[in-house]
């Protein structure tokens, strides 16, 4: 059971953890700004330098795994690519970690002023973040500067619900293949047919 006079020593320590790894990750993108940007940019004018086998320019700020790796194979950028890719991901898996960490101190330490009847969520939890997302972009909490970290955190105390690693639920909603915005269409066409049923009484 946490601790609720404040945060376990466990906590502390696995929360600096996932801060240090996070600090890591930041250094590798101040290193490769120049190119990281270039790269989010889809830009296209100097890729004859960074995706040509058997070319490459030791100025060009290469990693030490180049050297390693076949030149008949491999780019002098691939593998920082890849990199990239990859921190992007492990950088959304510690944000995730960090959140659940700070979720399980909230419930031990914020007091619960709720009405005696509770409402419980009885959709499903991809549908709550959905919302959760929809409400943050628009900006409607705290004139738009709250955080998706305290919004989904108030979700889940108001609703007793704990809506796991949403960060990657997000993802998931991000790749549909049909409607990227299904749970907001279904409330839109119950709102609208609510009101079509009520101008015709």
């Known amino acids: 059971m946490l601790n609720p006079s404040g945060p376990t020593e466990v906590t502390k320590r696995r929360n600096r953890y996932f801060e240090n790894e996070l600090n890591k990750l930041q250094q590798y993108f101040d290193n490769n700004l120049e190119f990281y940007q270039y790269f989010r940019m ?6 004859e330098k960074y995706f040509r086998r ?11 795994f180049f050297f390693e790796s076949d030149p008949r194979f491999s780019y002098s950028h691939d593998f920082k690519v890849s990199k990239i890719l990859a921190n992007d991901l492990l950088a959304i898996y510690l944000k995730a970690e960090i959140t659940l960490l700070d979720k399980k101190e909230d419930f031990a330490d914020k007091p619960q002023r709720l009405p005696e009847e509770r409402l419980i969520w ?13 409400l943050h972009s628009s900006g409607v909490f705290n004139a738009g500067n709250a955080g998706i970290k305290d919004i989904a955190s108030h979700f889940e105390i108001v609703f007793n619900i704990d809506l796991g690693d949403f960060y990657r639920t997000w993802l998931e909603i991000k790749e549909r293949k049909s409607s990227r915005t299904k749970f907001l ?10 009101m079509d049923e009520a101008d015709e009484k």
């Open 185 to 194: 269409d279904l409330l839109k066409a119950n709102l609208i047919k609510r």
């Open 42 to 47: 889809q830009s296209i004018f100097l890729d």
């Open 122 to 134: 009885s959709d499903s939890k991809t549908s709550l973040i959905e919302l959760i997302y929809a």
């Open 54 to 64: 058997g070319k490459f320019d030791i100025r060009l700020n290469l990693d030490a």
